[in-house]
């Protein structure tokens, strides 16, 4: 019986352990969830329905609403959550903080973020911008005024969709790896990697990062759901511009975006660009030099021959 005893005893340590571990977490990010609301009171106040986590150290909050204290509409969140290398880590947070440590891996993630493209928080938005970004923006159908005004031309009643942004550190590889990726609900839907030489995850060597990064390769993918559909109805409703006309002023926007880069788009990167966006319905750009490049050289260069030095491929399905 004893034996038996001892048995069960070993069983249940362990989920016990990981219960405690839990409850700890779970009031510790609750703790934290009312300090920020007693902070921010006379803007804003966070609700969440409650806590989430697992062994595999996501720990986040479900249902989220965030609401200005004016009563105005509000930013709705399915789960807003953080990545760490395990739930111990953690619970080991602070004391690594204290030695300097960073994590290895670190996300933060949106699931089924939505408001409303004509409610208070749109116009608050669109009243932000400065008057040259309100001139730009009106300067045709493709960029008509800000994004949730946008938006809601194109016949989408909200901004909803998911995002999540965070980096690994691969150290076998010296490599540290920054991805994301995010989509609108019937909109469009990207994913992307950028590489960079990283000896160690330290200060020194992170400052020496954010001084000129080492770009050892990166891919991004984009899938279209519709969006660019909706583009061409409002545009030849709007400015009565036929689909080859819209396809040019996307390129030309896509130019834009490059100003001031070290990289700018070359003739086989916007044909397939606009390929892309007349009937493609998905486009990958992937760089792969022969060897790493540092961005303060890629600054020196010629932006015209930077697609070269980074080998710049491109394909459209």
């Known amino acids: 019986m004893a034996m038996k005893i001892r048995v069960l005893a070993l069983i249940a340590l362990p989920a016990f352990v990981y219960l405690a ?8 990010v609750g703790f934290a969830v009312d300090a ?21 150290g996501r720990i986040g909050l479900l249902g989220v609403t965030l609401q200005p204290a004016d009563g105005s509409d509000a930013l709705r969140i399915g789960e807003l959550s953080v990545k760490l290398p395990s739930l111990r880590y953690f ?15 670190l996300s933060l993630a949106f699931r089924d973020l939505a408001f409303s493209t004509q409610g208070e928080l749109a116009r608050r938005w669109e009243a932000s911008m400065d008057p040259d970004a309100r001139r730009n923006a009106l300067a045709n159908c493709v960029t008509r ?5 946008q938006m809601h ?12 942004l965070g980096y690994r550190f691969d150290g076998a590889a010296q490599e540290l790896i920054v991805h994301g990726a995010g989509d ?48 061409f109805a409002y545009c030849a409703s709007d400015d009565r511009l036929p689909k080859e006309a819209v396809v040019a002023l996307l390129a030309e926007n896509l130019v834009k975006m490059f100003v001031g880069l070290p990289l700018q788009p070359d003739a086989p990167l916007l044909a397939a660009y606009k390929e892309f966006v007349g009937a493609g319905n998905r486009l990958m750009v992937t760089l792969t030099p022969q060897q790493p490049q540092k961005l303060q050289y890629l600054s020196l260069a010629d932006p015209a021959a930077v697609p070269a030095l980074l080998n710049v491929q491109t394909q459209v399905n």
């Open 21 to 28: 571990a839990r409850f700890y977490v779970h009031a510790q």
């Open 36 to 56: 920020l609301n007693s902070q921010f009171e006379r803007t804003l106040s966070l609700d969440y329905e409650r806590v989430s986590s697992d062994l595999d």
């Open 91 to 105: 619970l080991e947070l602070d004391a690594r903080v204290a030695r300097g440590e960073y994590p290895h891996e």
């Open 145 to 149: 005024s800000s994004l949730p005004t």
């Open 153 to 164: 031309l194109l016949d989408y009643p909200e901004i909803r969709g998911n995002f999540e």
């Open 184 to 231: 609108h609900d019937h909109g469009v839907e990207f994913s992307g990697e950028l590489a960079v030489v990283l000896e160690r995850l330290d200060s020194l060597h992170l400052m020496g990062l954010v001084s000129n990064p080492e770009i050892a390769r990166a891919h991004l993918a984009i899938n279209d759901d519709g969006y660019y559909d909706r583009v």
